[in-house]
């Protein structure tokens, strides 16, 4: 190799994993106009909370409880205060 790779990139900061912290550093890289690099060795984005994690299991209870209660309030139904 010589040195001149033509498709060499640059960034000015490289975040390793998709994952919440990986996306806060990214966005907060951006905001100061950063170019930013993300490197995920999954094919989805996001990390494990995500995709197999918190969000899938609170998404899942969320609806069972909704369908479990669902004759009696509506999804999206409001509650008078």
Same mark, same amino acid.
């Given at each position: /190799? ?6 060499? =990139?640059?960034?000015? /900061? ?8 990986? &996306? &806060? ?5 951006? =905001? ?5 690099? $993300? ?18 299991? =609170?998404?899942?209870?969320?609806? $069972? ?5 669902? $004759? ?10």
């Amino acid at each position: /190799m010589n040195g001149t790779n033509s498709s060499a =990139k640059h960034y000015d /900061m490289v975040v390793i994993g998709s994952g919440a912290a990986g &996306h &806060h550093g990214a966005v907060q890289g951006a =905001k100061f106009g950063k170019k930013i690099a $993300v490197v995920e060795r999954s094919i989805a984005l996001g990390g494990a909370s995500i995709n197999t994690g918190t969000f899938p299991s =609170k998404t899942l209870r969320e609806a $069972v409880m909704r369908s479990t209660r669902s $004759v009696r309030e509506p999804v999206g139904s409001l509650t008078p205060s």
